[in-house]
């Protein structure tokens, strides 16, 4: 069974930074993507960022494009979510999942949780003064 640990979460103050690692415990060719999530008190999941361990490809949630970064080391098997210029609203926890080995599926099904089936425990990110 596939493992994936977060960690790097914390308080940071409003335009600070944080980065997040997800580290997991095993890769396959066959499971090519990486997602990152969020969920905030009293709020439904939502997608923050995705990568391909293949090619790198990249997609973003609107409201992170231009301050969150996300990236891979494929000999670490570990993804990273570098969060720059946050802001309160960026404040929840933060969860890392193995996207599911369909054929078909692009960066924009990896947009969707339905599209993963293992994650994290999450890590808490609060952005406050």
């Known amino acids: 069974q596939v493992q994936l640990v977060e960690s790097g979460g914390g308080l940071v103050q409003p335009g600070g930074s944080l980065r997040l690692s997800c580290a997991a415990s095993?890769?396959?060719?066959?499971?090519?993507?990486m997602g990152w999530f969020r969920q905030a008190p009293g709020k439904e999941r939502e997608f923050v960022a995705a990568i391909k361990w293949s090619d790198g490809s990249t997609r973003y949630a609107d409201s992170v494009k231009g301050r969150f970064t996300i990236s891979r080391d494929n000999a670490k098997n570990t993804v990273y979510l570098q969060m720059n210029s946050l802001k309160p609203e960026d404040t929840a926890v933060y969860y890392c999942?193995?996207?599911?080995?369909?054929?078909?599926?692009?960066?924009?099904?990896?947009?969707?949780?339905?599209?993963?089936?293992?994650w994290g425990q999450g890590t808490q990110v609060t952005v406050s003064s």
């Open positions: 095993e890769r396959t060719f066959s499971n090519d993507a």
């Open positions: 999942a193995r996207g599911r080995n369909v054929r078909y599926y692009t960066m924009i099904n990896y947009a969707r949780p339905d599209a993963y089936d293992y």
